[in-house]
């Protein structure tokens, strides 16, 4: 089983996590809608990792999805 594999099967295990590390996990994998389904989660569950959306380096590539622009904006940061 390869490490993609490995991680995957992680989350399907059913046990509670932070919805935020899948949605770091799926980005890394280019897995974006994936992505923006446990970022949406991850807003709904006030997880610590929404706090990251503006300047970590890790949702780059989501940054023009328009998804990706709805979750950013509910969260009201500061200019």
Do not use: C, Q
Request: proline residues 6%.
């Amino acid at each position: 089983m390869g490490k993609k594999d490995e991680v995957l099967g992680i989350i399907k295990t059913g046990e509670y996590f932070d919805p935020g590390d899948p949605a770091r996990l799926y980005t890394l994998l280019d897995m974006h809608d994936e992505a923006i389904y446990w970022l949406e989660k991850a807003y709904r569950e006030r997880s610590v990792v929404m706090a990251t959306l503006k300047n970590w380096w890790l949702w780059d590539p989501l940054r023009d999805d328009p998804r990706f622009i709805k979750i950013y904006n509910r969260m009201n940061f500061p200019e």
